[in-house]
């Protein structure tokens, strides 16, 4: 009688059942990496059970499929490395039906069962047990052996309860890897909300617009108009005064984003010589004026749209802004015509230009940051020799 058979004839008493799964449990608590748990289990499924031949499978969902993922015996001729590692569809063979069903199989005979698959060599015996939670097949362990009725009712249970620990510590791993991945993707993401603002605040304060604005408020001054001068300044002051007070919140009020955007657009005309007109509608409802809305976005739209105009030098635009508001939401409806027979081909692009964000890109990173659900639609048109563009945002009401 061969050594292996006697082992099988000798079933392990239940003291050493414990102690095998206690030596697992302390084994996969030390492993940080799905690659150390599999290693590891391949390895003791060896030393610890008697077997001679073990390879551990991970599914692969996408591509529907089971992959060598560790192995201890032939399979692992040096190191943690697989030896000709193979593939097997789910549903195909002894493991890919074990991983397709979740439930374990024990072959006394794998000449008898069509299913076998021939690996490295043939053996006879084999033993396949998933790697599962309730929710999930992570994957199977599979061992084999070269003599006939080898694994036992023992063996499928030790095999059974050690998958079930492995399984356990398999998901705790991907959960904490994913918790990790989406701590470091937030912070990525406040990261660049923080350069965002300071972009957006330094774009809008840029050295041409500020010049721009001064120069036009001195040159009130030196004409004799200084009250127009001072209700200038005023209006650069408290612009200024805005952005400082804003650029650490991620909220502003409506109505202080509504005095803002005024304060903005009668600067921006000055320094443009009136070469655009704009109003802007607002709900006559007091408390609908309590809204806020996220922050900085309204601005970089806005100069978005006046670095358009300038920089094309459209004739007879008007711009008209509408504010609705409604329980969870403030609709922003932002329209702009002008000649379409007069459009300048400028190719000449200031160099802070090149630098402003983009208002879609904005949003898109606000959704992403936030979960916001910002909605944006963009609107075309020509008639009657004149263009006319629409944007409109459903932002979210905050207050």
């Known amino acids: 009688m061969s050594a292996n058979n006697s082992q099988k004839r000798q079933p392990i008493n239940m003291e050493e059942f414990e102690d095998i799964l206690i030596y697992f449990s ?19 499924c060896i030393s610890k059970l008697g077997f001679v031949d073990c390879v551990i499978y991970l599914v692969d969902h996408e591509h529907e499929c089971l992959i060598q993922k560790a192995a201890y015996g032939p399979k692992n001729p040096k190191d943690r490395s697989v030896y000709n590692p193979v593939r097997i569809t789910l549903g195909k063979g002894i493991s890919g039906t074990v ?9 006394p005979d794998t ?19 998933p790697i599962a939670t309730d929710e999930m097949v992570y994957g199977v362990i599979d061992c084999e052996h070269p003599e006939k009725d080898f694994f036992t009712s023992q063996h499928l249970k030790m095999l059974t309860a050690i998958a079930s620990i492995c399984a356990i510590k ?7 890897k994913l918790l990790m991945e989406k701590q470091e993707n937030l912070l990525k993401i406040k990261q660049e909300m923080i350069e965002l603002k300071l972009k957006a605040f330094n774009s809008q304060m840029n050295p041409h617009f500020v010049f ?30 805005f952005y400082l007070k804003h650029l650490d919140k991620e909220t ?71 504010f609705s508001i409604e329980s969870d939401a403030v609709l922003v409806d932002i329209s702009y015509t002008y000649d379409s027979n007069i459009v300048m081909d ?28 910002i909605e944006k639609k963009i609107f075309k048109k020509e008639s009657a020799g004149l263009k006319s563009e629409s944007i409109v945002l459903r932002l979210p009401n905050l207050s």
């Open 26 to 44: 302390k084994t996969f608590i030390g492993n940080d990496t799905e690659e150390d748990i599999l290693w590891d289990l391949a390895k003791n």
């Open 170 to 176: 398999i998901n705790k791993v991907r959960a904490d």
């Open 212 to 241: 721009n604005a001064l120069n036009a408020i001195q040159f009130f001054i030196t004409s004799g108009n200084k009250k127009l001068a001072l209700g200038y300044f005023s209006v650069f002051s408290k612009l200024i005064r």
């Open 252 to 322: 502003v009020g409506l109505k202080d984003e509504i005095d803002m955007l005024n304060a903005y657009l009668k600067l921006q005309k000055l320094r443009y010589n009136d070469q655009f007109e704009y109003e802007i509608e607002t709900d006559d409802r007091k408390k609908g004026m309590e809204a806020c809305i996220p922050s900085f976005i309204l601005q970089t739209l806005f100069e978005n749209i006046i670095e358009e105009i300038t920089c094309n030098q459209y004739s007879n635009c008007v711009m008209r802004t509408v």
């Open 111 to 129: 000449s008898k069962d069509p299913r076998y698959i021939v690996d490295d060599e043939v053996r006879l015996s084999e033993i396949t047990v």
């Open 99 to 107: 991983a397709m069903t979740g439930t374990a199989e024990m072959i």
């Open 346 to 373: 400028r190719k000449y692009t200031p160099e802070y230009r090149e630098r402003m964000i983009q208002w879609q890109d904005q949003i898109d990173l606000l959704n992403t940051a936030k979960g916001y659900g």
